[in-house]
């Protein structure tokens, strides 16, 4: 990451970043993947068992790393985005922003002075070493809100979702779309035809696009449809490409 540029600042810019998905509780694998060169570490308290003290010792180490900590939380509630934000998280990816009302909840709850609670002795606060009106100017003005549209109905009144103010990103989440949509394969056509229109929705309002593939030849099409935050794979896949590699090329010699 650049001297003195942000997550936030990076990600409005519109270059590519790529992160992964942590689905492993563990500062050691934080600390391992800070050594990766990555852009972010997606912390999927959603799909994986993360409960709040697992999710401030990820946030510790990938800080420690200097790695900016994504937070998927489990749910669109105010109490998961508030535990990740206090914990010291860069961001926030909710999942199941189906409708501009959720995604204007989402921003609410992510934003001091709109319905995000306070805390001055949280790690986010400097345990209390900032005063409130630091805090909460450098909060808001650090933390990204990443909205994911994984559903059917995400797909309807899209505009409406795309105008909402403070929402730094739009994150396709196609394996959700796949099956919201009566599918079982996500490179059905009518699954790859929704994420273009949601690209190009975006595109045509000025805001940014994410999404996960997990078919990295795919990524200069998305790029090319304004798509720049792609998180890639997991600490679970890695570890699992990464044994079956070994266990290949050793076995080739038996």
């Known amino acids: 990451m650049g001297v003195g540029t942000s997550f936030k600042e990076r990600l409005a810019s519109g270059e590519p970043l790529i992160g992964t998905f942590l689905k492993t509780p563990s ?12 852009d972010a570490v997606c912390i999927d308290a959603e799909h994986a068992p993360f409960d709040r003290r697992d999710i401030d010792v990820s946030v510790h180490a990938l800080t420690h790393a200097g790695t900016p900590a994504i ?35 989402l921003v609410a709850q992510s934003t001091y002075g709109k319905g995000r609670g306070f805390a001055g002795s949280s790690r986010a606060a400097g345990y209390m070493a900032r005063g409130m009106a630091e805090h909460i100017a450098t ?47 996500p490179n059905e056509p009518a699954v790859i035809e929704a994420g273009e229109h949601v690209c190009r ?23 090319a449809l304004g798509a720049s935050l792609f998180l890639l794979g997991s600490d679970h896949s890695m570890m699992l490409e990464g044994a079956k590699s070994l266990t290949s090329r050793v076995r080739a010699h038996f």
């Open 27 to 38: 500062a050691m694998v934080c600390e391992a993947l800070g050594r990766a060169d990555l």
């Open 71 to 105: 937070v998927r939380v489990p749910a669109l509630r105010s109490e998961y985005i508030l535990n990740a934000l206090d914990c010291g998280a860069d961001a926030i990816l909710a999942p199941h922003v189906a409708s501009a009302q959720d995604a204007q909840f």
């Open 139 to 185: 909060s808001n003005a650090r933390v990204s809100v990443i909205a994911q549209l994984e559903d059917k109905a995400a797909l309807d009144n899209l505009a409406a979702k795309l105008a909402v103010e403070g929402i730094d990103c739009f994150f396709i989440g196609r394996a959700d779309l796949t099956v919201s949509l009566g599918y079982d394969n």
């Open 201 to 223: 929705a975006a595109q045509a309002a000025g805001r940014r696009i994410g999404m996960f593939t997990a078919n990295v030849d795919e990524l200069p099409k998305w790029r």
